[in-house]
């Protein structure tokens, strides 16, 4: 008789069929907690690839219906868009101009949705300076908070005017929580909602992204995005936006900063999601180009990593890829 202790407890009972594993699965992936970022470029007729994200575009206003359309076929909870102006100026005038590319996308994204899915927009400086930066500069040319804070301001009453449902505040101004929703209320925006990016880092994933959107910056933001090396700080942040009234907060990028959004998640009172960023997209898609990984698996142990690190909701380039996924069963 062998010597050898046969084990009482046996884990792998739970793993021995696909059937049994989908049964005590503790993260499960569901289309309405993905959100699609969406680039809407002015005065192109047809969608523009974007050379660093394989398979995404600069869309065009006459291209966008369609893609809010598939979206919403998809099950996808919503869209988060991006402006891409033909003209910047050192106050990024395009942002809060009513006939601005951002706001008529948005009028057009709300129009197509019907209220199929939710409509978002980004409420940040970047796309529309000619230097690049996510607010105005002071005559030493550094990014001036409180006078920033008046453009946002400005920036959320146009974008709630053109029908977004959600604003996304990425600029990591301080107080800009706080101003923004005084100046909905104040203007009987009440029910216009907002995401604070209240973790967002000083990331070299960005890099993707800022082609996406022809940025111009000049310099680096870490004099306003967080210091990837602190963890206690993206919590507090998140703690400060709650407390001025953030709907939902938000970590960004994901992947790297896992340990903040779990922090965030564990103890958020309101919806907790996480940004997976440009670069983290085009690493799996240059790497599965290569043959080095398993394309399908990577991005659905990427989203569900995500996800089981306690976000509530993951923007990703790969929403609607995704949710026809999981719609299909192909999840496992």
């Not at 600069?58 to 359309?69: C, F, K, N």
């Not at 009440?190 to 880092?201: E, R």
């Not at 922090?263 to 440009?278: H, I, L, M």
Request: with cysteine; aromatic share 6%.
């Amino acid at each position: 008789m062998s010597s050898t202790p046969v084990p009482r407890v046996r884990p792998r009972r739970l793993r021995e069929t696909p059937a049994l594993r989908r049964l005590v699965s503790e993260t499960r992936l569901h289309p309405a907690e993905l959100v699609l970022p969406i680039f809407v470029r002015e005065g192109v007729s047809a969608p523009v690839p974007i050379g660093s994200m394989p398979g995404v575009v600069q869309h065009s206003l006459a291209s966008l219906p369609e893609a809010i359309d598939q979206a919403a076929a998809a099950g996808v909870g919503g869209v988060m868009l991006f402006g891409v102006p033909e003209v910047r100026d050192a106050r990024g005038s395009g942002a809060t101009d009513p006939d601005g590319i951002l706001n008529v996308a948005t009028t057009v994204a709300a129009e197509a949705s019907a209220g199929r899915l939710v409509v978002q927009t980004d409420l940040c400086l970047d796309e529309f300076t000619d230097h690049g930066h996510c607010g105005v500069l002071d005559e030493r040319g550094r990014v001036d908070n409180d006078a920033t804070l008046e453009r946002y301001t400005s920036m959320a009453l146009a974008q709630a005017r053109a029908g977004s449902e959600l604003l996304g505040l990425s600029g990591m101004m301080d107080g800009q929580v706080a101003a923004v929703r005084d100046a909905l209320d104040d203007a009987g925006r009440q029910d216009t909602a907002i995401l604070a990016y209240s973790a967002k880092y000083a990331s070299a994933y960005y890099g993707p992204f800022r082609e996406a959107v022809e940025s111009t910056l000049e310099g680096d933001r870490r004099s306003y995005q967080l210091d990837p090396g602190n963890r206690r700080e993206g919590l507090r942040e998140a703690m400060i936006d709650i407390d001025e009234g953030a709907d939902v907060v938000m970590v960004k990028p994901a992947g790297s900063y896992l340990d903040v959004l779990a922090d965030v998640a564990a103890a958020s009172e309101v919806p907790v999601w996480a940004y997976q960023v440009s670069g983290e997209y085009s690493m799996i898609e240059a790497a599965a180009a290569h043959g080095w990984i398993d394309r399908k698996r990577a991005v659905i142990e990427s989203v569900r990593g995500i996800r089981r690190a306690g976000a509530d909701a993951v923007l990703t380039y790969w929403a609607v890829e995704l949710a026809e996924w999981i719609r299909n069963g192909d999840v496992a």
